[in-house]
């Protein structure tokens, strides 16, 4: 990040970017702080504190280390200028990846970041009457997180059968073969997260 220094006599000041007050709101609202007790907290006037917050003033650093401190952040954290947009990416329906089940009665659009398959996976799961969604074990430690917003859908592990209903969510491992069906009358829908982890090497020394 770029700054202008500027000397007055024999003190140094640091001409802070616009950015600071943001952080310093952002943060403070977070921890669901008052401009009181952050003042309390860092030992910086609420009056300043404000002004900070609303851009109206230059602080020295010591003022925004202080807050800093306050609020859990380094300086450089504190002082970074967060470029990012505030939208990231809009899918289009078109846009949204969709997988099939061999029975073809399951629908599962990937509704999560492509980039982030590797560490965890959200679908929007649809399956008409007797679908099957037959899945092989995925890597030690994965789990899946299924929720049915309608319908009934049956998960089943080893030969153990779970149900589970509209409004309910099951938890379950994901590096063991599993099944869901759709025992139903009627089409069922559901969001599925599968999260993954990196598997264990076995100590062999």
Known sequence: MSTRRRRTGDNSEVEIAPALGKTIQRLRKAYNMSLG????????????????????????????????????????????????????????????????????????????????????????????????????PHQAGSEEHLSVLSGTLEVTIDAETRTIRAGETLRYRGDRAHRIHNPGSEDAHATMVVVLRTPVSEDKG
């Not at 306050?70 to 505030?86: F, G, P, Q, Y």
């Not at 990937?110 to 980039?115: E, H, N, S, W």
């Open 37 to 136: 007790e952050l003042s309390e907290q860092s030992g910086v006037a609420k009056s300043i504190i404000s002004q900070i917050e609303r851009n109206e003033t230059n602080p020295t650093i010591g003022t925004v280390w202080r807050l800093s401190r306050a609020l859990d952040i380094t300086l450089d954290e504190a002082l970074k200028v967060d470029t990012r947009e505030n939208f990231l990416q809009h899918q289009t329906r078109a846009g949204i990846p969709v997988l099939t089940s061999e029975d073809g009665l399951c629908t599962l659009f990937i509704i999560g970041a492509l980039p982030l398959v590797e560490f965890f996976q959200v679908y929007d799961f649809h399956s008409k009457p007797g679908a099957v969604l037959e899945s092989d």
